[in-house]
């Protein structure tokens, strides 16, 4: 165990991530070694931070404490503390199940902990904190919780309602970044989308992402999670006209079916949805879109699925991810609905629909090769460096196997494709 040590263990989220980013700098200003995420543990305190989204993430969430656990046994950790979602929805049958974790902190309070350990709390500004990215690009947080009363979400439940950030602290916090080098902002909140409303009374993500736009030092701004609901169009006005804003966005569609977007209480239709899809890709030419899709939702009948099946065929998204209901306590569905779809139902629709999207998204990587793409260098290998086009988000999206000489962690790079392997990309940096 190495004493005035921290280890700080981060799942689930982006959002997540930049609470253990504050958390780590507020330990670190106390005076103690702060590690993210170790490969083996050996810290006099470890804090976990934790998801509770769904089961899976629950369940990987306590696994991970259990693990801790057993290494304080052995006697190579000294206390474990547990902050973030799980607890905040959790905490007593935590307390209760889990007596060996020496304190549970919520999504909201766990700042306490530097102070309860008896350290000095030094207050620090919102924008400092201690990157866990590779220092060319940060996330960034522009509000907390959401107003969205879809049925599954227990979101909500966890973090309370929509609480937008004061604009000039988030240009601060970017500006602060940029100095220090950052050169890409991901901007994030549950539903980006509806950033100013509750605030100033109207939506105010276009005049922010152009207000970061405007800050020297930053070459490319990301979106993520946009909600299709109560849409800002001037936004997309903005992604036209800034060459800095990615043409990328991320927005969880969920499903494609009057009947589903109804169940799921997502205040939109069908058409609505296509309409904007189409609006979308009009006004922003070469637009790459992510989205996330659901199946297994209480109601989803074998029409509504075949329909799903149809409208990623039509849209032919760039980039998808799905996952399968969780039954969520709390939650309006959990409430009103009967998780009446069987287990193998579910994952066999979840195994029909990624098998449709592998399709696209192997095409979509094809239909690069013989392109020039701007690239940014994420990391170095032995035999080439590994970076991502303005279409991809670290972690989760397609990466670039560039070969060239004297590549640079963080520059960016214009590179030929010359090839693509599964979704992946190689080229060489010109």
């Known amino acids: 165990m190495r004493k005035n040590k921290v280890e700080v263990i981060t799942m689930g989220c982006a959002k997540n991530l930049v609470d253990s980013e504050v958390l780590m700098q507020l330990f670190a200003s106390s005076g103690y070694s702060v590690e993210h995420d170790p490969e083996l543990f050996s810290g006099e305190i470890v804090v ?105 979400c227990s979101i909500p439940i966890m973090t309370g309602g929509y609480k937008s950030r004061p604009m000039e602290e988030i240009l601060s916090e970017v500006e602060a970044l940029a100095q220090a080098g950052t050169v890409e902002i991901q901007l994030i909140a549950q539903d980006l989308t509806y950033y100013g409303v509750d605030r100033y009374g109207t939506h105010r993500l276009p005049e922010l992402v152009e207000q970061i736009c405007a800050i020297e030092g930053i070459e490319w701004v990301r979106l993520h999670y946009a909600y299709p609901t109560d849409f800002p169009t001037d936004l997309l006005r903005v992604m036209r006209e800034q060459p800095k804003v990615c043409k990328y966005l991320d927005i969880a569609l969920q499903h494609s079916t009057d009947h589903m977007l109804r169940l799921m209480r997502r205040r939109t239709t069908a058409e609505e949805t296509e309409a904007l899809l189409a609006r979308i890709r009009r ?89 020039t793409q701007r690239v940014i260098i994420d990391r170095l290998e032995e035999d080439y460096a590994i970076g991502r086009t303005q279409y991809d988000s670290p972690d989760v999206d397609p990466e670039v196997y560039v070969t060239g000489e004297g590549l640079r962690v963080g520059h960016f790079y214009q590179v030929r494709i010359t090839s693509s392997v599964g979704y992946d990309l190689v080229g060489e940096a010109l």
């Open 283 to 371: 006004e922003v030419p070469g637009i790459h879109i992510r989205t996330t899709l659901m199946v297994g939702h209480p109601g989803e009948t074998e029409a509504d699925f075949e329909s799903l099946l149809d409208f990623v065929r039509r849209q032919r998204f760039e980039r998808m991810g799905a996952f399968i209901y969780s039954h969520e306590e709390g939650t309006y569905g959990y409430r009103h609905y009967e998780d009446d779809i069987p287990a193998a139902i579910k994952q066999e629709r979840l195994d029909r629909l990624m098998a449709l999207q592998e399709e696209i998204a192997l095409a979509e990587a094809e239909s690069k090769v013989g392109t």
């Open 48 to 152: 976990i931070n934790t998801c509770g989204f769904i089961e899976s993430a629950r369940e990987e969430s306590i696994n991970m404490i259990l693990d801790v656990i057993a290494a304080k046994k052995r006697g190579d950790v000294g206390k474990v503390y547990v902050m973030g979602c799980l607890s905040e929805r959790y905490r007593e049958e935590l307390e209760t199940e889990l007596p060996e974790v020496d304190g549970f902190y919520g999504k909201f309070n766990w700042k306490e902990l530097v102070h309860d350990l008896g350290k000095a709390y030094h207050t620090t500004p919102a924008d400092l904190r201690l990157l866990t990215t590779p220092p060319h690009y940060a996330y960034v947080k522009i509000a907390e919780g959401c107003n969205q009363k879809c049925a599954y």
